[in-house]
């Protein structure tokens, strides 16, 4: 089992910025892909970014690529978002899960954290 827990949300106006810290324990191979996605009020849940805690791969969304960077710590388990530049269409709850053998669609992403307000205001 594996658990996750998010902090770090908040609010900041447009053009600040954020760090989103996910800390996670458990059954390492569980955790071998791990995310970051958020959902606005009425809106899909969103893939935001993921990264390999193995070899550090990263991929992002579209809509966050030159803003957003997500990173790992192997040592202290934790993975971070680091959120730049944000616009008041970020605003949404923002949720840390991790994967184990696939991780290519939100499905795949079998733990979830309880997740992180962040609020941008124009």
């Known amino acids: 089992q594996v658990q996750l827990v998010e902090s770090g949300g908040g609010w900041v106006q447009a053009g600040g910025s954020l760090r989103l810290s996910c800390a996670a324990s458990?059954?390492?191979?569980?955790?071998?892909?791990m995310g970051w996605f958020r959902r606005a009020p009425g809106k899909e849940r969103e893939f935001v970014a993921r990264?390999?805690?193995?070899?550090?791969?990263?991929y992002y969304a579209d809509s966050v690529k030159g803003r957003f960077t997500i990173s790992r710590d192997n040592a202290k388990n934790t993975v971070d978002l680091q959120m730049n530049s944000l616009k008041p269409e970020d605003t949404a709850v923002y949720y840390c899960?991790?994967?184990?053998?696939?991780?290519?669609?939100?499905?795949?992403?079998?733990?979830w954290g309880q997740g992180t307000q962040v609020t941008v205001s124009s």
């Open positions: 458990g059954r390492t191979v569980s955790r071998y892909a």
């Open positions: 990264i390999l805690w193995g070899i550090g791969a990263t």
């Open positions: 899960a991790a994967a184990g053998g696939r991780f290519a669609t939100p499905e795949d992403y079998n733990y």
